[in-house]
């Protein structure tokens, strides 16, 4: 599946690395990371105006019909499609440490200060056909594979401007989220059929040259607008949620409201 989504990343979180070791360090956590976004406005204005949206790009074209704003889905963002940590070290904050550093490095905070430390090609050369015999060929292990790891420092970020999560609702899942600085913006009022679980969205606005107040205006007109959205459902769709995952829901410290 990663062989044929080239927008699709893994992030390993590891343990204590032996430089001497030929074996692999023993992998604590696993961030799937889909990259989303930079939609053209034509194609949203189309999709939107036919009730229909392209395959691909989830964030992007749900936040962007549920609010109605064809600017949302020209952002670049990346979406965590899971997490997965080792069963021997969960529940010991490894998870969150990974998330940390993820969002640390795509806010370009892990930046290699060596300029003679060459960037790390990841693609695979091909031989031109003119030098392969069918007759000739010999089969042997690639000499110029790219490294299995990389270091963070050793691959160039993308320049995103938000990390964004869509997974079933439950109150322990959304209490780890709030607690990495993610606010929802998205709750699906119908239940999904296999798990059934509310499907939630929440992003995360990362840091970037530009003023914080610019950055997170955005994500504030759409968390308040959410809780409006929230409350009038409570009595209808949202009726069998529980008062702690309720308030839990309507409560945010990573995103501020202004009184009126």
């Known amino acids: ?22 074996k692999l360090p023993e992998i604590l956590v696993v961030i799937q ?18 009730g229909k949206r392209a395959s691909g790009d989830l964030i992007p074209w749900t936040i962007g019909q549920q609010y109605q704003d064809p600017d949302f889905p020209r952002l670049c963002g990346a979406r965590i499609v899971r997490i997965a940590t080792h069963p021997d070290y969960q529940g010991m904050g490894y998870g969150a440490k990974a998330l940390n550093l993820l969002k640390d490095y795509y806010e370009f ?16 050369e091909n031989v031109p056909e003119e030098e392969v015999g069918l007759l000739e060929e010999c089969i042997e292990p690639r000499k110029s594979l790219p490294p299995l790891l990389l270091k963070l420092d050793e691959r ?3 320049k995103l401007d938000y990390i964004g999560v869509s997974y079933g609702l439950t109150e322990s899942l959304l209490k780890f989220w709030k607690r990495a600085g993610f606010v929802p913006v998205y709750l699906r009022q119908t ?6 679980e509310h499907s939630c969205i929440m992003l995360n606005v990362l840091r970037t040259d530009e003023p914080e107040t610019e950055q997170s205006n955005w994500l504030t007109a759409y968390w308040t607008d959410f809780r409006k959205r929230f409350i009038s459902l409570l009595s ?6 529980s008062s702690s995952l309720a308030l839990s829901i ?9 009184p009126r």
């Open 1 to 22: 599946m990663m062989s044929d989504a080239p927008a699709h990343h893994l992030f390993c979180l590891l343990g204590p690395v032996n430089p001497n070791s030929k």
């Open 250 to 258: 309507l409560t945010n410290k990573n995103c501020k409201l202004t």
């Open 236 to 241: 209808y769709q949202f009726s069998t949620f």
């Open 33 to 50: 990371v889909c990259l989303e976004g930079e939609l053209s406005r034509n194609s949203v204005v189309e999709g939107f105006s036919r």
């Open 156 to 158: 160039p970020p993308e």
């Open 109 to 124: 905070k892990m930046v290699n200060l060596d300029e003679e430390h060459p960037i790390v090609s990841e693609k695979i």
């Open 191 to 196: 239940t999904n059929d296999l798990t059934g």
